[in-house]
Every structure is written in C-alpha cells, then in structure tokens.
C-alpha cells in the first residue's frame, strides 16, 4: 500500500507558473503508473497527466497538453506537475493517483483504473 501526499498548489495569476509535487510513503513508487486528475468546484473530476513506472511514457489532456509537464523521480519517491502558462480555468484542486502494475510501459488516465489517491492540493489562477 502507498500514501500520497501532494503539495505546492496556490494563488497564481494567468500565465504565471506552479510546480506540483507528489510524495509516496509506505511503498517504492516504481511500481506504481502515476497520474494526476483535478476537480472544479461544481464539475467532475477530470483527467489532467499519466506517466508511465520508468517516466519515458506520458499522456496529457487535450486542455493541458504543452503547458503541463508530468515527471518522476523513482529514487526519490516523488512526481511532479509543472505547469506553465496557467489559466483561470485550471483553477481546481489537483489529485494524484497511483496504480499497481506490472506492466512498466502503460500510463492509465481513467480515474476507475487507479488504486490510491492523495489527498488534493487547491491551485487557483485568477485572471
């Protein structure tokens, strides 16, 4: 079992820059695909960014894809969300999810596919 616990969400203004972070405890992240998700006060939680066990394979939203960045640190037991040119409409609370897997090539971007969750971290951008 793993526990996740994300940080580094805030108060940015439009086109401005964050880096989320997500740290693991309880197990090694490596065997672990990653994703985040985010939820918009009223809306439901959508898929944001995937990255596969070794970090070469990742996946994006369509509404992020080129401004947000997933990575990983297996080593260090960590993964991360950069996100750059940032707009009011990504204001959410942003989640990270893990799955148990044995295939080290796939990333997953369904919320039902995952197996833990963090807690959230709030980003909001005004405008």
């Known amino acids: 079992q793993v526990q996740l616990v994300e940080s580094g969400g805030g108060l940015v203004q439009a086109g401005g820059s964050l880096r989320l972070s997500c740290a693991a405890s309880?197990?090694?992240?490596?065997?672990?695909?990653m994703g985040w998700f985010r939820q918009a006060p009223g809306k439901e939680r959508e898929f944001v960014a995937a990255?596969?066990?070794?970090?070469?394979?990742?996946y994006y939203g369509d509404y992020v894809k080129g401004r947000f960045t997933i990575s990983r640190d297996n080593a260090k037991n960590t993964v991360n969300l950069r996100m750059n040119s940032l707009k009011p409409e990504d204001t959410a609370v942003y989640y990270c999810a893990a799955k148990s897997t044995w295939d080290s090539g796939s990333y997953y971007y369904t919320e039902d596919e995952y197996d833990y969750w963090g807690q959230g971290t709030q980003v909001t951008v005004s405008s």
């Open positions: 309880g197990r090694t992240l490596s065997y672990y695909a």
């Open positions: 990255i596969n066990r070794s970090g070469v394979n990742t």
